[in-house]
Structure formats: C-alpha cells, structure tokens
C-alpha cells in the first residue's frame, strides 16, 4: 500500500510530532523545501523514503530536537550547521543581533566586536553578514564548538571573515596582556550569549534541551555565574565609550543591571524579545574608567 506525502505527515503528527517538525523531516529526506511538500502533498513516498522518514521521527519522538536530526537550523536568515556540540540557535537570540546592529550603526568607524561563546557562531555571523565593514573576533571554551563555528564562517562568508579564538572568555584574547591593554585594540562592543540557567533548573528542561552541551547552558548556582564575570572583565577590553551586550533569562535582568552599575557601566538598558519579555541587556562603559 502506498502512502502519499499527506498521508505521511499525517502520521507522524498522530504520533505526536508537531507538524512543523514532521515538515522539515520530511522535506529533508526528499530534498524537497517544506513549500513543495504543499503543492505535492499527494505524490506517494517510496519505501525507501517512508521508512527513512518514520526513523527520523523516531528519533524527534525519543527527545532529539529537529535542528539536531537535520544538522542544520536558520538564525537570522542564514542556515547554520549545528550538532550536539553547540547550542541550537533561537529566534529569541535574533534580537541581541538586532540590538548590537543597532549600537554599531551609531558607532564611528572601524568597528571591532568580540562575540564571547559563540558557539555555532550564528551571531558573530549574522554581524559580519550584515556589516561586513565590521571586525569580528569570536571565542568558546569548547574547541568543538568552535570547529562547528568556523565550518559556518567558511560556508557563509568570505574566507578569514572572523578571527576565532579558544579559550574561557577573555582568556581566549589574552588576559593580562599588554597588547589587549593597548587601546587601539579595544572592542568597540563585546557581545554575548553565555550560559545563563541555573544548576538546578537544568533537571527540568525540555527532553531535547538537556541534551544540548551542558557547558554552554549551566550558568551556576544563581544562573550569574559566567555573566558575573564577563561584566567584571569587560572592562579592560572595552574603549571608553564601549558598549557590553548580553542575552539572559527575562528574571536576571535586575540584578545584572546591578552588576553592570557596580562595574560603572552607564546608560543600562534591556531589550524585550519577540514574546515581549526582557531578552537583552545593555551596558555602556564609563568615559572615566580607565582602558
């Protein structure tokens, strides 16, 4: 007995896939885009195809999300590769990139960005993209991350677009270096996506988010952890005038603010996301404290 594409996705919704995820399963095993699914929705899948699909949506039914299962996910209109080593990128992390481009527009030239975790790269990536006249430094702990970040890099921009760096945080530039302190080499803004949920919350993630990297989710006992000290470090690699960027939990927002005063950030700002919750917090760094 046959079974047409409409049957198929059918199917896979009654077991308990969304039918946004049995779509893009779908259209990958075919090669097809999610459209063409629509308008061929009754041509019939060879055995072939119908059994590689049913083990794709088993695996999306098991607790392996989509982006996973296909290897790829689309940020900010690109198509990043991703895997288990980086974390899937989110279109609430859309708008730290729409946040820093809007910084960077009122920013004089050149302009020089450090995104800290980068992870699968997306927002070093989506920045260079759309400001191409911008230099862009990216670090991660993970060298495998890293790896997935560079292998985005080469497919989506010109070659050597983005200068990577491994290591924790600033230590990945060069803490204590005389050259980072020198000011011709400071960042005009530093941008970050770090891991920001609490230890004990990991536990009761969504089945496909506690099996992405540990490492780039788990922010600590408080959740502060990383961005603690990102704030206290940032300062030393900002120019006068820099501005700190960070995506955090909508709850963290009063005590980061709190953080950034302490470190004599200025001007502190959030930015709510496309759900209207508090996405993206800004900091500028004071003219008087010293490079």
């Known amino acids: ?71 790829r996910k689309e940020f900010y209109g690109l198509d990043f590769l991703v895997n288990p080593a980086v974390l899937v990128p989110r279109p609430d992390t859309e708008t ?63 070659p050597d677009s983005i200068h990577f760096c491994h290591g924790d945080l600033f230590e990945a530039w060069g803490v204590g270096s005389e050259v980072t302190k020198q000011s011709e080499l400071s960042f005009h803004l530093i941008v970050g996506n770090p891991p920001y949920v609490p230890t004990a919350e990991i536990a009761g993630l969504a089945p496909e988010v506690r099996r992405e990297p540990i490492l780039a989710l788990d ?36 005590r980061i603010a709190a953080l950034l005063q302490q470190a004599g950030f200025t001007d502190i700002q959030t930015r709510r996301d496309l759900s209207g919750k508090e996405r993206v917090i800004r900091g500028i760094k004071s003219l008087s404290l010293n490079n």
């Open 1 to 71: 007995m046959t079974v047409t594409i409409r049957e198929a996705l059918a199917e896979a919704s009654a077991a308990g896939t969304s039918a946004l995820d049995a779509s893009l399963l779908l259209a990958e095993i075919l090669n097809m885009s999610r459209s063409s699914l629509i308008v061929a929705d009754s041509q019939p899948l060879t055995e072939a195809s119908l059994a590689a699909f049913r083990a794709l949506v088993k695996r999306r039914l098991d607790g392996e999300c989509t982006a996973y299962i296909v290897g």
């Open 219 to 254: 922010g600590g006992s408080d959740g502060l952890g990383v961005i603690s000290r990102i704030i206290a470090e940032s300062p030393q690699f900002l120019c006068s005038g820099g501005i700190l960027l960070l995506e955090a939990d909508p709850r963290q927002m009063e």
């Open 96 to 158: 730290l990139v729409e946040a820093a481009l809007e910084e960077l527009r009122l920013v004089g030239q050149p302009l020089r960005v450090f995104d800290l975790c980068t992870g699968s790269g997306a927002v070093a990536i989506a920045l260079k993209y759309t400001m191409p006249e911008l230099e862009v430094w990216a670090a991660d702990i993970s060298a495998e991350a890293l790896e997935t970040a560079k292998a985005n890099a080469a497919r989506l921009l010109p």
